[in-house]
């Protein structure tokens, strides 16, 4: 939603901010926190949070 809103690069800023803080105290959250901290599109976004919930 942030993405079609604010566009792809903005939008994605915005959801760093929230996904970082829903994974918060998650097992391995900080490894895949730093991964979203870096992540610059929403494909990669999905897949980053796809691959980390497979792996719980």
Known sequence: MQVEF?????????????MTYYLKNLPN?????QKINEIETKYELE?????????L
Request: charged letters at 30%; proline letters at 0%.
């Open 6 to 18: 604010l566009g792809e690069n903005t939008g994605i800023k915005e959801m760093r901010k929230y």
């Open 29 to 33: 959250a900080s490894i895949v926190r």
């Open 47 to 55: 897949a980053c949070i796809t691959e980390y919930f497979k792996n």
